[in-house]
Nanobody
Framework: QVQLVESGGGPVQAGRSLRLSCAAS????????MGWFRQAPGKEREVIAS???????DYADSVKGRFAISRDNAKNTLYLQMNSLKPEDTATYYC?????????????????WGQGTQVTVSS
């Protein structure tokens, strides 16, 4: 079992930056695929960024060039640096994890989820 706890959300003005953190605890002594998702009111949850055990990253078009996902394995922490925030980035942000297959491959499905942190961007 892995427990994930997000932090760093809050209100922010458009154009500013925030950094979200996701602290992992529990059985972390293996390779994990990690991702950030968000869900806005009335919308489906969407994946916005992911990183695999080789630190290869992928981004949704809506955040590409503005957001950056990174991980600090020594601290068991995942980050999401969000720059040039827009009102449409307003959502609850979730981090997620899934054990990598053979320590390398991500299946695009996540077993473990945090409780979410709210980001509200005002214009």
């Amino acid at each position: 079992q892995v427990q994930l706890v997000e932090s760093g959300g809050g209100p922010v003005q458009a154009g500013r930056s925030l950094r979200l953190s996701c602290a992992a605890s529990g059985y972390t002594d293996r390779a994990y695929c990690m991702g950030w998702f968000r869900q806005a009111p009335g919308k489906e949850r969407e994946v916005i960024a992911s990183v695999d055990p080789s630190d290869r990253t992928d981004y949704a078009d809506s955040v590409k060039g503005r957001f950056a996902i990174s991980r600090d394995n020594a601290k068991n922490t995942l980050y999401l640096q969000m720059n040039s925030l827009k009102p449409e980035d307003t959502a609850t942000y979730y981090c997620a994890a899934d054990p990598a297959i053979a320590g390398l491959y991500c299946r695009g499905h996540y077993n473990y989820w945090g409780q979410g942190t709210q980001v509200t961007v005002s214009s």
